[in-house]
């Protein structure tokens, strides 16, 4: 009874080795993909093929340009490249916003101009001397001769009777031509507050020439 248990123990281990052997012998013939790896094993990277070779470029040849579409290649929104020798267009600029002009405060007036000015009742100021204005003036007219000592006495009377605002319209007047009694006088006035003076370029004589109205004797 006991050889027999022996005998088939044996069997069973003979059993045994020759099945891990058989696995053995077929995990080796195996191909790579398929072999199984065994536990405490590295597993068998899988073989990398090899690229084409790169094939060497004769000595004095130069690689060719790299040609790219139209339209491809940049960033949106982003300026092509400007080409060689041409200079890039200048970034766009707000247009500015004009500037009002200046109002000027002493202005020239025509022959025409100062006969308008008579009928809307501006005062007109005479800057020539007194001898001249007593031998003839605009009617209606104001002495106030600049290089008289008695200007500024004159100029305060007119103020008092006829109380200009600093806008309100004044007219200057001298002989005309080259004379520059009137313009000094405007300096005056506008040092002193008077923003709208209208200086009569013509003067006196072209007033006589055209029949305007006049009067003689001081003031």
């Not at 500037?99 to 202005?107: G, H, L």
């Not at 100062?114 to 020539?128: I, S």
Request: aromatic residues 8%; charged residues 20%; glycine residues 10%.
């Amino acid at each position: 009874m006991l050889r027999g248990s022996r005998s088939t123990s044996f069997r069973t281990l003979a059993l045994a080795g020759l099945a891990v052997g058989a696995a053995l012998l077929s995990n080796r013939l195996a191909s790579p993909a398929r072999r199984l790896a065994w536990a405490g094993s590295a597993v068998p990277l899988s073989p990398v093929s090899p690229g084409p070779a790169a094939t060497p470029r004769p000595e004095g040849v130069r690689p060719e340009p790299v040609t790219q579409e139209p339209g491809r290649g940049h960033l949106p929104h982003s300026a092509p490249p400007t080409p060689p020798g041409k200079t890039p267009p200048p970034a766009s600029v707000a247009p500015s916003t004009p500037e009002p002009p200046s109002f000027s405060p002493i202005r020239e007036i025509s022959s025409a101009e100062a006969w308008q000015a008579f009928h809307y009742g501006t005062p007109f100021l005479d800057a020539r001397r007194g001898s001249e204005f007593a031998e003839g003036h605009i009617a209606g007219a104001w002495s106030t001769p600049v290089w008289e000592s008695d200007l500024d006495d004159r100029l305060l009377s007119f103020k008092a009777a006829r109380r200009p605002g600093s806008e309100d319209p004044i007219v200057i007047y001298c002989s005309g031509g080259d004379c520059r009694d009137s313009h000094l006088l405007a300096e005056k006035l506008l040092g002193e507050g008077y923003f709208h003076i209208l200086i009569f370029r013509d003067g006196f004589p072209a007033w006589v020439a055209q029949g305007r109205p006049v009067e003689k004797g001081r003031p």
